[in-house]
């Protein structure tokens, strides 16, 4: 995990390197660069970025908290999502969520100690008719049993 108090700024310069002319239009791939960078937005960074770039902290925390792909704390290379909504529950979806939980060892919301999974629950994937359903970052997993959990959880290994 990253020590906050001697974070590293070279990779930051290097991302703003990147980019001329810095303005507010600019956040979200800055954002996404940092993240791919340092697996997260610390705050550090983040008041790094402000003092060099001018952009106001304030819109640099209101992109960063509205948009869910960015995380404020250290968060896992591959983010789980098991759905908990109504259709997936009655097709066995608690069973799924409890292999996740079982397979990596970790409760909704918490991250693995190796930092390789955030696992998280949501109340709608948005695609019902494959209940019981999960994500591992943008693939869709749907129709699952137990004994598939494993499987696909180990192919991001
Ligand atoms: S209830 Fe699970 S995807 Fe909608």
């Known amino acids: ?3 906050e108090k001697s974070i590293d700024f070279k990779p930051l310069n290097k991302i703003l390197e990147l980019f001329s002319n810095i303005s507010s239009s600019d956040l979200i791939p800055i954002l996404q660069e940092i993240q791919l960078e340092y697996g997260y937005l610390p705050q550090p960074v983040i008041q790094e970025m402000n003092r060099k770039t001018g952009i106001p902290l304030n819109r640099i925390f209101g992109v960063a908290t509205f948009y869910e792909q960015f995380h404020l704390e ?3 290379r591959h983010t789980i999502r098991c ?3 109504t259709a997936c529950h009655v097709k ?3 069973d799924v969520i409890n292999a996740v939980k079982r397979h990596l060892g970790i409760e909704p919301g918490e991250t693995t100690k190796d930092m390789r999974y955030t696992f998280e629950t949501v109340a709608c994937l948005g695609t019902c008719f494959l209940a019981p359903v999960m994500m591992v970052n ?3 997993y749907g129709r699952l049993t137990v004994h598939k959990i ?3 959880i180990d192919e991001y290994a």
């Open 138 to 140: 943008n693939d869709y």
């Open 92 to 94: 066995g979806g608690s």
């Open 83 to 85: 759905c908990r909504g």
């Open 74 to 76: 250290p968060h896992g």
């Open 150 to 152: 494993k499987n696909i």
């Open 1 to 3: 995990m990253i020590n």
